[in-house]
T-cell receptor, first 114, second 116 residues
Framework: AQSVAQPEDQVNVAEGNPLTVKCTYS??????LFWYVQYPNRGLQFLLK??????LVKGSYGFEAEFNKSQTSFHLKKPSALVSDSALYFC????????????FGKGTKLSVKP | KAGVTQTPRYLIKTRGQQVTLSCSPI?????VSWYQQTPGQGLQFLFE???????NKGNFPGRFSGRQFSNSRSEMNVSTLELGDSALYLC???????????????FGPGTRLLVL
């Protein structure tokens, strides 16, 4: 079965420190991977995606993600965290080809303390 | 360019009633998908419409239905509401370029439905 896992329910980081939010996937064929962020009482905002090409993908708000095929991972990273980065982060994989629906991980709550 | 809009933003219904939610995609986007978000189940795919046709459907009972109009606006309907239908319903639109193209889904703010 195709799935996405976010092993951490919550990640706590001090402002200015690097952050990593983990994601692993299980799909058949080439994965289409996404990261979304959700702020309280808001919809999801697209951060970045991996389709093919460079393993390091750069996205919005200074975020980047590294695709690792051997480890089937797609971790979200940022060199220096901001308090305003505190939110719920979702990893997702598109199944059923390039126009299939998204399967989401359970989400990871990121808390950045000043 | 205006984003995805969803109406209403908040809704309170009682068990047994039915509800219709509306989604207007980004101009030019032809694909609309619906997702249900709950604390227990997380984000789950409901269905996707493209050019007025349902293209994909998630694992939800037949009480959940939808449609898409010629202007790409979409509605979803839930009949005989149950307490467990209380959720945030998110709509996403994407610009479908063709079989070889992958398109990013852009989400609306959601409709929060409370069933009493």
């Amino acid at each position: 079965a195709q799935s996405v896992a976010q092993p951490e329910d919550q990640v706590n980081v001090a402002e200015g420190n690097p952050l990593t939010v983990k994601c692993t996937y299980s799909v058949s064929g080439n994965p289409y991977l996404f990261w979304y962020v959700q702020y309280p009482n808001r919809g999801l905002q697209f951060l970045l995606k991996y389709i093919t090409g460079d393993n390091l993908v750069k996205g919005s708000y200074g975020f980047e993600a590294e695709f690792n095929k051997s480890q089937t991972s797609f971790h979200l990273k940022k060199p220096s965290a901001l308090v305003s980065d505190s939110a719920l982060y979702f990893c997702a994989v598109r199944v059923g080809g390039s126009q299939g629906n998204l399967i989401f991980g359970k989400g990871t709550k990121l808390s950045v303390k000043p | 360019k205006a984003g995805v809009t969803q109406t209403p933003r908040y809704l309170i219904k009682t068990r047994g009633q039915q509800v219709t939610l509306s989604c207007s995609p980004i101009s030019g986007h032809r694909s609309v998908s619906w997702y249900q978000q709950t604390p227990g189940q997380g984000l789950q795919f409901l269905f996707e419409y493209f050019s007025e046709t349902q293209r994909n459907k998630g694992n939800f009972p037949g009480r959940f239905s939808g449609r898409q109009f010629s202007n790409s606006r979409s509605e979803m309907n839930v009949s005989t509401l149950e307490l467990g239908d209380s959720a945030l319903y998110l709509c996403a639109s994407s610009l479908v370029r063709g079989a070889a193209g992958e398109e990013t889904q852009y989400f609306g703010p959601g409709t929060r439905l409370l069933v009493l």
